[in-house]
């Protein structure tokens, strides 16, 4: 079918159906945006919008809902089986669900446990005597001066569980966690090619 422009009038293809819908009344996009300069469009990003909200036909077949996050009533269709009222209440939900001891990766707050260790002072005390008493070297290639780290021969996750550490009080008072004979002074790459580094100690076992 052969329609013109409303706002060039040129000529154009379109099709019956869409002249039949109201549409097919420009011939491209720029013609459109032309004619809706200083114009409120009734669309409202809509593909469809005389079958949106009141008009559409499964309208009158919802149910209401109650969000169970925020308790909230909403109107659904019952084939939705929704049961958040937003994405928002839907993810405060899964949270909550995965927290502490019921996620699957919980490992009885123990990671939390090795960070506060790591960043109190005792931990910093007996960082530096390690590193005086290496002379500020790596153990295993003899760099000096470099990205120095200290290693856990035994790692600090395996002295945590084997000593039942729960608390900081449970980890000031245990002696293995502050021997200086279980730490060395490596660089960083001598460092990530042990055997405890990283990913390498996630499996953990009692030694």
């Known amino acids: 079918m052969i329609a013109n422009c409303i706002q060039c ?16 009344k420009f011939c491209s996009r720029e013609c459109y945006g032309v004619s809706m300069i200083g114009k409120q469009s009734n669309r409202k990003g809509k593909k ?21 996050y925020c308790g909230v009533i909403f109107k659904d269709l ?3 089986n929704r049961k958040f009222c937003s994405r928002k209440c839907a993810s405060q939900d899964l949270s909550l669900k995965l927290l502490g001891d019921k996620n699957h990766y919980w490992k009885g707050g123990k990671t939390l446990l090795q960070r506060a260790i790591r ?16 002379n500020y ?19 600090l996750r395996s002295i945590i569980f084997n000593n039942d550490i729960m608390t900081m009080g449970d980890a000031y008072s245990c002696d293995e ?16 090619s ?8 996630l499996e953990l076992k009692k030694i």
């Open 9 to 24: 009038n040129n000529e154009f293809k379109t099709k019956p159906f869409f002249i039949k819908i109201g549409q097919g």
């Open 48 to 68: 469809y919008p005389h079958l949106c909200g009141k008009n559409h036909w499964h309208y009158k077949n919802r149910i209401e809902i109650k969000c169970e």
């Open 78 to 80: 019952k084939c939705n």
């Open 119 to 134: 960043l109190c002072g005792k931990y910093n005390l007996w960082r530096a005597d390690i590193l005086e008493r290496d």
């Open 137 to 155: 070297t790596c153990q295993h290639c003899g760099l000096r001066g470099n990205i120095l780290q200290v290693d856990h021969i035994k790692p």
């Open 177 to 192: 966690l502050w021997d200086i004979t279980n730490g060395r002074v490596l660089c960083k790459n001598c460092h990530k």
């Open 194 to 201: 042990t055997d405890t580094y990283g990913k390498h100690n």
